[in-house]
């Protein structure tokens, strides 16, 4: 009877005064209802970060050509692919560093340090004067922006457990929109002496610097988001010293592990023996399948914007940057609505795997059709793009979303931040060689325009198609599995 009084002193839950994390938990226990408030604060702080990522896309290819960097016009997206990888190469370096600054510092000074990096180096990038600046300045950003992890743990410890799966889901959804938006602004925002010369004149630091305007307005958003940052509250649980509370409660927990040889066997210290991650295969095979899926979706978002502006006696559609932001801007709008109302149903419906699974099959002849798409014009050719982009971006956000189910649903709550940071070194990893590799294989096959075997462009889709394949054969058993308790 004594030991069960004593454990039920033990299953009441004590807060610290004076630790962050305590003061999040005892809110959330006297909180109902759906968080938004905090969801809110997550999708901003991730779309954030996210825009930086892809929003140079639509106007890189001009951006090198004005560098004169590149001896022929088919070496553009050779050059442009490093500049779109040095921000990922830069993550990959330093991603598990700042897991580690976010166990031991907190989940919030890595959010302000990294939204405070969006606003210097994003702005220096658009201020670029050649090749190597634009490199330097990503490659830095990337260094220093390395939120995206740590977001993820902080997400599911600003909610109730039965939200954290929708605070999670939110960080996919919001980097999805990230990289629809990014582009879209990129794309409007770009060159804007020539394109409002009512407004910006030549002689203007936007007409002298024509790529510094999108910059400038991601900057400036990451400056309100830095701002607000610092009113977050911390998750993280740091406990110094102990109370005669404290001590008492240890006294108990002693004497109740001692009087339970089962629960000794099945507890240390009151908890339970944590899993190895490496070992925890439904973890790391949907960390695997999400690299080669990364890669895939970095190299084609490199490869669609460079595909769009380039000229059509080398297979592309002669797209100035406003057109590309104009058909990003309608498959953000898409995408929204199908992520919203449609894909909790899916997902409920059929499962997280087979959702990846359908999605990665239909995205095959999707791509497919892309060089017959180049060889239409007029409305029919706008029509078909727009249709088509909209439904490969609504395919490979499903698919990020319901890997990011499956990775969290694989790890207990108190090892997502280690997995988190696994997820984001691997992930960076891939993500750098999407864009260089991307840009490099479009500019090899734009080389290639009279090849007897998939010419030109074909060539482009063909080899995202073998990646894609590749990404939907490791979505069957016994590759890919998920976590049964």
Not at 103 to 131: A, E, M, Q
Not at 139 to 150: A, D, I, M, R, Y
């Amino acid at each position: 009877m004594a030991v069960d009084e004593q454990t039920v002193v033990l299953l009441k839950k004590h807060y610290y005064e004076n630790c962050p994390g305590c003061k999040v938990d005892k809110l959330k226990e006297s909180q109902r209802g759906l968080p938004i408030r905090e969801i809110l604060s997550i999708w901003i702080v991730v779309l954030c970060s996210a825009l930086t990522i892809s929003s140079l896309f639509p106007y890189l290819y001009f951006m090198i050509r004005d560098f004169h960097i590149a001896k022929r016009e088919e070496d553009i997206g050779y050059y442009a692919g490093y500049v779109g990888s040095s921000l990922l190469f830069g993550r990959v370096l330093t991603s598990i560093l700042w897991g580690i600054v976010a166990d031991r510092c907190g989940r919030k000074p890595v959010i302000v340090i990294g939204t405070i990096s969006v606003v210097i180096f994003n702005t220096l990038f658009g201020l670029s004067v050649n090749f190597w600046m634009a490199i330097a300045t990503r490659f830095l950003l990337g260094c220093l922006n390395g939120l995206l992890g740590p977001v993820k743990a902080y997400a599911s410890e600003m909610t109730r457990e039965e939200y954290q799966a929708l605070a999670i889901s939110t960080v996919g959804t919001a980097w999805g929109m990230g990289l629809i938006i990014g582009p879209a602004l990129g794309g409007y925002l770009a060159q804007p002496a020539e394109k409002f010369p009512s407004i910006f004149s030549k002689e203007s630091v936007f007409g002298r610097f024509p790529y510094f305007l999108p910059s400038l307005t991601i900057s400036a958003f990451a400056l309100v988001v830095s701002i607000a940052s610092f009113w977050l509250p911390e998750t993280l649980h740091k406990h110094h010293g102990s109370s005669e509370l404290d001590e008492s409660r240890k006294d108990m927990e002693t004497a109740s592990l001692e009087s339970s040889s089962k629960y000794n066997a099945h507890k240390v210290g009151g908890r339970t023996p944590k899993k190895s991650l490496i070992r925890n295969w439904p973890l790391m095979s949907s960390v695997i399948l999400f690299c080669i899926v990364s890669l895939h979706d970095m190299a084609y978002t490199e490869i669609f914007s460079l595909w769009a502006v380039s000229p059509r006696r080398l297979g592309g559609l002669s797209y100035t940057t406003e057109g590309v932001g104009t058909v990003l801007s309608i498959s953000g709008a898409g995408l929204l609505v199908f992520q919203t109302c449609l894909y909790p149903h899916w997902v409920r419906l059929l499962g997280p795997v087979m959702v990846a699974r359908i999605g990665g099959v239909l995205t095959i002849p999707l791509l497919s059709s892309y060089p017959f798409i180049a060889m239409l014009t007029g409305l029919s050719l706008s029509i078909a793009l727009n249709c088509a982009s909209i439904a490969k971006n609504i395919l490979s956000v499903s698919i990020d979303t319901s890997l990011f189910i499956l990775q969290n649903n694989a790890v207990d709550q108190d090892q997502r931040g280690a997995a988190n940071g696994i997820v984001m070194t691997a992930m960076s990893l891939f993500k750098a060689f999407g864009p260089a590799g991307g840009g490099t294989t479009f500019s090899w096959a734009q080389k290639r325009q009279d090849a007897a075997f998939l010419p030109g462009n074909h060539m482009v889709f063909f080899i995202l198609n073998v990646v894609e394949a590749i990404g939907v054969l490791m979505t069957f058993k016994p590759f890919l599995v998920e976590r049964r308790d």
